[in-house]
């Protein structure tokens, strides 16, 4: 039987050229920054530095929020109320979207709780969970993640619906068991949408956090935020949130991008 | 071992809402172990619902349909691959084995095998998506191949290939099928594919599907495409195929 040809995928002019590419992304975004900064001075300048400081003067700022030893504990706490409350608003979404999107009468009977969990006010939520569950660290969890769960429930849903029969008629013909079918080919592919739910949700689940925290708590990036600008000390209102910003970009660019193109190599392969 | 079909008396009649279509009507067809049949007949007919009965599929039939013996070994090849995206090639054949309980290693050492030899030895590495069309089928050839099926059921599998690579993978199914003994169903509506194939064309009527003829091929089986018989063989079953539209046609 003959063999059939492969591209040869190792080619170095491909290899010089992707690089050439890569460096070229790094210009742009580097220059994408600098133009930020920029803007933000000039719009300093115009509106005043005593409503908008200049980035210069709000990233000296941080060297005092420093000084005064919280920066490091605020960061800390702000984190672990994040995490907290995204861990569940990713399980109730999982579990609700699997729910939705594979159970016909669970679907008609409980999906609109999701539409309507999403059109409820924010601040209703988070005073009615601190009213019920009292003004602490669990409460600020489940109320920022009553708030997430229903965007992300709709990504997951969306993507249950979207899973391939094909795909499991397959496994079917050749005797694959039962399990091992959601486990195996099933299971892979509802995990690109989860990935995409999980994105978005940790970046909703960040602003509204620091919502939840100026409402009631007094520790945290949301705590801080609201403390300085009743001081109207604009210049330590950015220099609070300016960390937490830094730290979520180095999450996303650092590890949610690198682990999406690994976990999905496979969907970048592109036919040659 | 490979499997013995009987279809005897099979309907299979599909609700779409208030509106019933028979798809299947007192289907009468038994496949001799070890016979390759190719089933023809117009788009629209019962001809992926009968492979879909065949398969274990579907189940929501009346009539008889048995398959001896009851623990033969499937394989199917799809119109498209069916491949799972996230595997390589090769874990794509080995996946079918890992079900059975062959251990992993034990598994990618026989897919390689199988890779090779539906032309493929270098490509184990690669994701579905990197490979064109013709080599995703090849793929899930061997994947099919790799059960070791007693019973090998083909849903139209070149039909969304170009030509030219169609017709090579025609040629290297003949000779597969020339290699060991298995009972073979190929679904298609392409009659010159039919008649090269199969020893055995079977015509189905359209609306209900039901068996209006079948011609037998009597040629050896390692053919030639362009065999002049051929041609007499195809004219002989699209006699038939008018003659089932007529038939079939409501009074």
Known sequence: MATVELPDASDAPLRREAYAGRVQATMYTLASLLLLALAWQGISWLVGADVLPAPIASILAIRQSAADGYLWSDMAVTAYRILGAFAIALVVSIVAGALLGRVRVAERLLGPWVTIGASVPSLVIIVVVYLALGINDRAAMVGTALIVAPS??????????????????MARVFAVPR?????????????????????????????IMIFVEL????????????????????????????????????F????????????????????? | MSARLVFRGLSRVFQNGRHTSPAISGLDLTLEAGSFTAIVGPSGGGKTTLLHIAAGLDTQYTGEFTREPATATLAMLFQQPRLLPWRSARDNVAFVLETRGVTTPDARRRADELLALVGLAAAGDKFPAQLSGGMQQRVALARALAVDPDLLLMDEPFSALDELTAGRLRE????????????????????AEACYLAERVVVLSAHPGRVVGEVRIDLPRQRRPDDPRLAEYAGRVLAFIDHGMTAGAPA
């Open chain 1, 152 to 169: 992300m429930t709709f990504a997951v849903w969306d993507g249950m619906r979207a899973i391939n029969p094909e795909l499991q008629e």
């Open chain 1, 179 to 207: 399990f091992t079918i959601l486990q195996r080919v099933v299971l892979p592919q509802t995990m690109p949408f989860i990935f995409t739910a999980a994105r978005t949700g940790l970046a909703l689940t960040w602003r």
């Open chain 1, 215 to 250: 409402l009631g708590r007094s520790s945290g990036v949301g705590y801080r935020i609201q403390y300085f600008y009743n001081l109207v000390d604009m210049n330590r209102v950015i220099a609070a949130a300016l960390p937490f910003i830094v730290l979520m970009l180095a």
């Open chain 1, 252 to 272: 996303e660019f650092g590890v949610l991008r690198p682990l999406e193109r690994f976990v999905f190599r496979w969907r970048r392969a592109e036919a040659r």
């Open chain 2, 172 to 191: 290297e199914l003949l000779a597969l099928s020339a290699q060991k003994v298995r009972t073979i169903l190929f679904v298609t509506h392409d009659i």
